[in-house]
């Protein structure tokens, strides 16, 4: 691990200890801290980009919630980032028991004008979502956490639910098949099965 993350994340797993007792300033400066992270993570996870900043929030509202039971075992880092988990994975069971109903009449219109423009870097963020988009899930989940977001594997793991030596091969493999889509730019990359690991 980088020594700046670990300093980091030490830093953040004593304001939120600090923040359990009371401290409204370690509030600020753990939400603060975390915040990108959170936000980054959750946009990797969530199909739905309008939907982001909300599960961001809930998943904060969630964890000032629950510091009172959080004891610093992991980083307070590795902690956020399994509710924020959570909350996107609650996300889709509310959507998929509560289909949202849309009452425009050019559905399509509205999605192009939803859609950011001229932002520095978009094409180049739409470029490595679709490049990301052909990893099957699990891969992409370990990539994103180890490669995007610096967790260590060990907390990768533990987030994910799996053996360090998963993650370390779910995190090969994906850069196996970037590098491989990479170099071949002009060809159309297969969608690879879903249940691949």
């Known amino acids: 691990m980088i020594p700046a993350r670990d300093s980091m994340d030490d830093s953040t797993t004593a304001w939120a200890l600090a923040a359990r007792a009371g401290d409204a300033e370690a509030v600020e400066h753990f939400v603060r801290a975390l915040h990108r992270d959170v936000l980054r993570y959750v946009a990797h996870l969530c199909a739905d980009r309008q939907a982001v900043d909300d ?15 959080f ?5 307070a880092r590795a ?3 399994s509710i924020a988990r959570r ?14 109903l849309h009452d425009a009449t050019d559905w399509q219109l509205a999605v192009e004008r939803a859609q ?18 052909t990893l099957p899930e ?14 260590p ?16 091969s779910r995190v090969a493999r994906a850069r196996a098949t970037l590098v491989a889509l990479l170099t071949a730019p002009d060809e159309q990359p297969p969608r690879p099965p879903a249940l691949a690991a």
């Open 79 to 81: 902690w956020l980032l």
């Open 138 to 151: 699990a891969r992409r989940e370990a990539f994103v956490l180890t490669q995007l977001l610096g967790l």
């Open 71 to 75: 004891e610093g075992r992991s980083s």
């Open 116 to 133: 950011p423009c001229g932002l520095p870097g978009f094409d180049d963020g739409i470029a490595l979502a679709d490049l990301l988009a």
């Open 153 to 168: 594997y060990e907390e990768a793991a533990a987030l994910t639910d799996c053996p360090v030596g998963t993650v370390r």
């Open 55 to 69: 599960l961001v929030q809930d998943t904060f509202l969630r964890a000032l919630g629950s510091l009172h039971r």
């Open 87 to 100: 909350a996107v994975i609650d996300s889709y069971r509310y959507s998929a028991a509560r289909p949202r």
